[in-house]
């Protein structure tokens, strides 16, 4: 008997009583994410099949009932590692939502919590974090959603976060300064068209020794960077309900078609699937 092949599905929403938290329910066997940044955590279970991705410099493999757990600002992707794909559960909140747990837990003042494990084989855990998006996903109540999830923040940060509970800057070497200020620039033009040698000029280096710099430093070129800016704005404005022709517009994508093919490959759906309504 010959097996029906998986279908690829992803459901994007917001929880507003979680402080807006992000959530994706997905499956998928031949997407695959283009190398991006999140500006707070992933964390997320495996529910089927395995996910292969590259991070902080080795490849990982996360099969079913794993979790997975991706730091703010750390480039990654993400595909298939089996013949029929993946399907996961998962979770973005703020890095100040893990801060104030972290706070709440050690009793103290607390920075953000930093994981060092990509990927955690923690049966109770895995458990707690898919316990906690079926309720979320079932619209279950304020009480039970915001119960569920400080208990599963607290298990986290107690069992798996740094004790140092600081995440390494991303700029971590004397170049620090001359980076930023390309960052500063793109974040306050990022709608504009901006040129390799608009970034060189304005740091006073050659194209190339600024894009080896630049890349050297995020673990990503200045393209790419952009266009994370890019979609992040996009995000912003298509939870306002703004229609999504008028979001490509207005934050440098040249049309909706566009938008979209880069909006998929890093958010994982498109942006009508995320646009509220």
Known sequence: ???????????????????????????????????????????????RGAEQFAY???????????????NPAEVHTGQAAVDNGWTYRMLYPAAEQLRRAAVQLTDAQADYPFFTQAVVEDVTLAQQLRNLHIHLEAGS????????????????????ADRRYSLPSPYPTTDRATVQQALDYLHAHYANAIGLDDLAALTHLSPYHFLRLFKAELG???????????????????????AIAEVAQGVGFTDQSHLTRHFKRVVGVTPGQYRPG
């Open 56 to 70: 902080r410099g080795a490849q990982h493999v996360a099969g079913a009932g794993s979790v997975v757990i991706i």
């Open 220 to 242: 990503i070129p200045p393209h790419t960077y952009l266009t994370q800016l890019r979609i992040q704005q996009a995000k912003v404005l298509l939870s306002r309900g703004q």
């Open 141 to 160: 109540e304020p009480l039970a959603r915001e119960t569920l999830w400080l208990t599963l923040l607290s298990e986290l940060n107690a069992r798996h």
């Open 1 to 47: 008997m010959i097996s029906k092949p998986v279908e690829e599905q992803a459901n994007f929403w917001h929880d507003a009583v979680l402080g807006d938290l992000e959530l994706l329910y997905a499956t998928y066997v031949t997407h695959a994410f283009a190398p991006h940044i999140h500006e707070g955590y992933a964390i997320g279970v495996i529910e």
